[in-house]
């Protein structure tokens, strides 16, 4: 119930978004953030239900990852929210979000016993990280593509609908800048914790599971592109471009890897 609530909650959240997109009137903004946190709210409660239905952190199935990977994407929104006053962010976000939740709403909700290799205490602590992780490196790929639409705005040099409605191209790459600040570190101790677990579960850090081996290819996409950005001063275009391209990893990683290539992590359907 709690689930649906949210749902519902984020779509007229998108709308209202979507409608000051089109008409900058301040007070539909105001209306669109407070919706977006009501639902994040009951999404919480939504999240929390299904702990204490399950007896166990609901982030082993495909529905709960997808789930809280959109809650880890409003929080750390609302989060910048209190830092930033990015032009129309909140748009980007929360099609993403509203995104991520249908393809929630349309996965199986069964509640299975948890495989013994999934009984652990590292499994809140290893599978929360790694998708809060995630939910900020979004940021960094809304903000990429808001980038590009600016720029290709400023190239054409016939301001169109997105020119007066997106921030500067300085706004934006600040953006993706924090959101990998936030995101990488976030993104080592996932993996940091999950090969911990490993040793754990299976006596070894590291099994070149499938999913282990894209996480290390999205680490080292994210690491190379911070190198980039502070040893050689990679910023803007290319900036956007690598947050975009980290993102498909990341989503790859997700999605691909689980119903693609088989492995030790075939389990989280």
């Not at 999934?118 to 980038?147: E, R, T």
């Not at 006596?203 to 894209?214: I, L, R, V």
Request: proline content about 3%; charged content about 10%; some cysteine.
């Amino acid at each position: 119930m709690f689930f649906s609530f949210s749902l519902i909650g984020y779509y007229v959240s998108t709308a209202a978004y979507l409608i000051f997109f089109a008409t900058q009137k301040k007070k539909i903004r105001s209306a669109a953030r407070c919706l977006l946190f009501g639902a994040g709210v009951i999404h919480t409660i939504a999240i929390l239900e299904r702990y204490f239905a399950a007896s166990h952190t609901p982030l082993t199935t495909h529905h709960d990852t997808v789930s809280f990977f959109a809650l880890s994407m409003t929080w750390a929104f609302l989060s910048f929210r209190w830092r930033y006053q990015v032009k129309n962010f909140g748009t980007f976000v929360s099609i993403l979000i509203s995104i991520l939740m249908s393809i929630a709403a349309l996965s199986s909700r069964e509640i299975a016993q948890l495989p013994p290799a999934l009984q652990s205490a590292w499994l809140p602590v290893h599978a929360s990280i790694a998708i809060v992780a995630d939910g900020f490196m979004a940021m960094g790929f809304c903000s990429g593509l808001m980038y590009l639409l600016q720029e290709r705005e400023l190239k054409k040099k016939r301001f169109g609908v997105f020119y007066s409605r997106l921030p500067s191209l300085d706004a934006l790459d600040n953006l993706i800048q924090h959101s990998l600040s936030i995101g990488f570190p976030l993104l080592t101790l996932g993996i940091i914790t999950g090969s911990l677990w490993a040793k754990q579960t299976w006596g070894a850090y590291w099994q070149w599971d499938p999913k282990e081996t894209w996480s290390l290819i999205t680490w080292f996409l994210y690491a190379a592109m911070l190198h980039q950005r502070f040893i050689a001063g990679w910023r803007g275009k290319r900036a956007a471009i690598l947050a975009i391209i980290g993102f498909i990893s990341v989503l790859f990683t997700l999605w691909g890897v689980t119903f693609l290539l088989p492995g030790v992590h075939s389990y989280v359907r």
